[in-house]
């Protein structure tokens, strides 16, 4: 399975003299083009102090650049047939657009000056600093986005990877216009850049837009954050809901471990379908969710595994002993049937999504920085068709073998104790027997 298109030429990296990284990626047959630009920073370099000045300085780069208004810079990328956006996450800060071949040209540019020569006016930053603000605030009446904001505070206590992106109020009125100007140089350091073009494009003319756009930005080397621990713990948040909102995390492996994949494919087993474990188990055969699924995290050293639930508030301790069984099983005695339906799910995501300009983009961009190459599709399939029983078996252990865990539960006070009942049962371990039913 090669997962490429038809007469494409695989995609090439070339490294300008003052560290950017440039992807080309050709794609025949098709008429549109998709550019990003990534930095290989974000949130988890900040600290307490500057907890949210990564993504309130992705808000502002967009108010201006380079002589040109926001409305100016919109108006530049839409009427070419353009789109642009961005998110900050907290390894990467990335940019995007989607445009016609004509417009790739000023494409480059605008994205060049948004993320080199931002104005950073101190009147936008008031009023983006009450958007973001806004923001805190809706994401706070979101239970079921909440909870995971709740989690991850609970895995990663005190370190900048269990602070929410957008940060609080504090410290977000502490970034003034010189403190994101420093930032922004630090953030955004052209040793830490990729750009990557997908689609209808030339490997020529990419190349002369990166030199003109990017080659003069000066690399603002810095070491890298501090090594993240999980330290397991519980959050709970009474709400007056009609259902509860739990999610269950243990700790994970970075993106680069040799286990990585074996990890993936024991998420997929666990909760990645309508076939998985967790679906069959909690809502199909027993009724105890009406939503369950479970999904990994990768960071560069270090990741989680998680579960996320929505179920009635009387049922949440029976559904976390459950969560915590299967789990424990599967990392003793995965199926061979599972295995086989886990593997091909991953390689049909992966591949599918290489079908997405963007998408395809985002994941070269992903790799350079990540792996510092790219990962050609079929060494892609190998490794997933490498994770065979005794693979998914070693990455599981790994993963429950701490006896580590975090957990949240936002609604009704009778969910509450699921919290302690998941955290005691990864604790104990499954040779215990059943923490509560």
């Not at 985002?362 to 060494?379: K, M, N, S």
Request: charged content about 25%; hydrophobic content about 45%; glycine content about 10%.
């Amino acid at each position: 399975m090669s997962g490429r298109l038809r007469g494409a030429e695989p995609p090439r990296i070339h490294t300008l003299a003052n560290g950017v990284r440039v992807v080309c990626d050709p794609v025949p047959g098709l008429q549109t083009v998709a550019l990003v630009v990534a930095a290989g920073r974000g949130a988890r370099w900040e600290g307490r102090r500057e907890s949210g000045w990564s993504h309130l300085l992705e808000h502002m780069v967009f108010k201006g650049a380079a002589g040109r208004t926001a409305r100016q810079l919109a108006d530049a990328i839409e009427s070419g047939g353009g789109q642009m956006n961005a998110e900050t996450g907290f390894e990467r800060t990335v940019f995007h657009v989607r445009t016609l071949p004509e417009g790739l040209d000023e494409a480059s540019g605008l994205l060049s000056d948004i993320v080199l020569r931002p104005t950073l006016d101190p009147d936008d930053l008031l009023r983006e600093r009450h958007v973001v603000l806004q923001e805190i605030a809706e994401a706070e009446d979101a239970p079921d986005d909440l909870v995971f904001e709740m989690a991850q505070e609970a895995a990663f206590e005190g370190q900048a990877l269990g602070r929410c992106i957008l940060g609080d109020a504090a410290s977000l009125k502490r970034a003034d216009v010189d403190a994101l100007r420093q930032w922004r140089r630090f953030l955004y350091s052209p040793d830490r850049l990729v750009v990557v073009a997908s689609g209808a494009i030339d490997e020529d003319a990419l190349l002369r837009l990166a030199e003109r756009d990017f080659a003069s930005a000066e690399p603002q080397p810095s070491p890298s954050p501090e090594p993240a621990l999980f330290t397991g713990g519980i959050r709970t948040d009474d709400r007056s809901l009609e259902q509860a909102n739990l999610v269950f995390l243990c700790p994970g492996m970075g993106a680069t471990d040799p286990d990585a994949w074996a990890a993936q494919v024991f998420v997929e087993c666990l909760g990645g379908g309508m076939a998985s474990r967790l679906f069959q188990e909690a809502r199909e055969a027993r009724g105890l969710a009406y939503a369950v699924d479970a999904w990994g995290e990768f960071w560069s050293d270090c990741g989680m595994v998680g579960v996320f639930a929505g179920c009635e508030a009387g049922r949440a301790v029976e559904l976390a002993a459950l969560v915590a069984d299967q789990m424990q099983d599967l990392a003793e005695s995965p199926h061979e049937a599972e295995l086989a339906r886990a593997r091909a799910q991953l390689k049909a995501a992966q591949f599918m999504a290489a079908e997405s300009l963007l998408t395809r983009a985002e994941q070269a961009a992903h790799q350079v920085l990540t792996h510092g190459r790219l990962i050609p599709a079929p060494e892609i399939a190998a490794r997933i068709d490498a994770c065979n029983a005794a693979a998914v078996r070693r990455a599981g252990a790994r993963l429950l073998e701490p006896g580590l865990a975090a957990a949240a539960v936002l609604g009704p006070g009778a969910a509450h104790p699921a919290a302690e009942t998941f955290r005691r049962a990864m604790k104990a371990g499954r040779s215990a027997g059943p923490a509560v039913t």
